[in-house]
């Protein structure tokens, strides 16, 4: 996926945004397999597992035995046919989660080589607080950041104010 070049904007939003919610001292599981982030994650001090690749829609196993005091999932929500089941099966009291904003002028992502570079879901900013809220999450902090790109046009022009990521910081709600 990162083959030509880092989303290096998005990287640095996101660990900005890790770094003033999560303390070095907690340990996290990163949903999805390791990739450059969980990687510049380990290189900034944090401790990191990542699930194995297998398919979260039918199998929440690796999230259920994980005794990670955060659980964090950049970029995976979007791929899952259900997001709420994956939520729901997270033992942590704490989530770190983003997701790339449905844009109205362009279509959802779709790569037709690799089934598990597709989008499923691409979120209004209210669409994923229902879903954290429903699924037993409390958020706490939010931010988002526009992806404007080098290319001529009028969706990149619209790309250089609007916003394109999500993130959160979210706390389980307490069962009181």
């Not at 950049?74 to 099966?89: C, M, N, R």
Request: aromatic share 14%.
């Amino acid at each position: 996926m990162y083959e030509k070049s880092y989303p290096n904007k998005r990287f640095k939003h996101t660990l900005d945004f890790l770094k003033s919610h999560v303390d070095l001292s907690e340990t996290i599981l990163d949903l999805g397999v390791e990739n450059p982030f969980s990687e510049i994650m380990e290189s900034e001090g944090f401790t990191v597992e990542n699930t194995k690749g297998e398919d979260l829609d039918l199998d929440t196993s690796s999230i259920g035995k994980s005794s990670a005091n955060v659980v964090t999932a950049f970029e995976i929500f979007e791929h899952l046919l259900s997001p709420f089941t994956v939520l729901q099966a997270i033992q942590a009291n704490k989530l770190v989660a983003s997701v790339p904003l449905k844009l109205w002028f362009a279509p959802a992502y779709r790569s037709k080589t690799d089934k598990w570079d597709r989008h499923y879901h691409e979120f209004e900013d209210w669409q994923f607080d229902w879903l954290l809220d429903k699924a037993g999450w409390s958020i706490k902090a939010r931010k988002k950041w526009t992806n404007p790109v080098n290319k001529i046009g009028l969706r990149p022009f619209l790309r250089l104010f609007t916003n394109r990521y999500y993130i959160v910081y979210a706390e389980r709600k307490s069962n009181s």
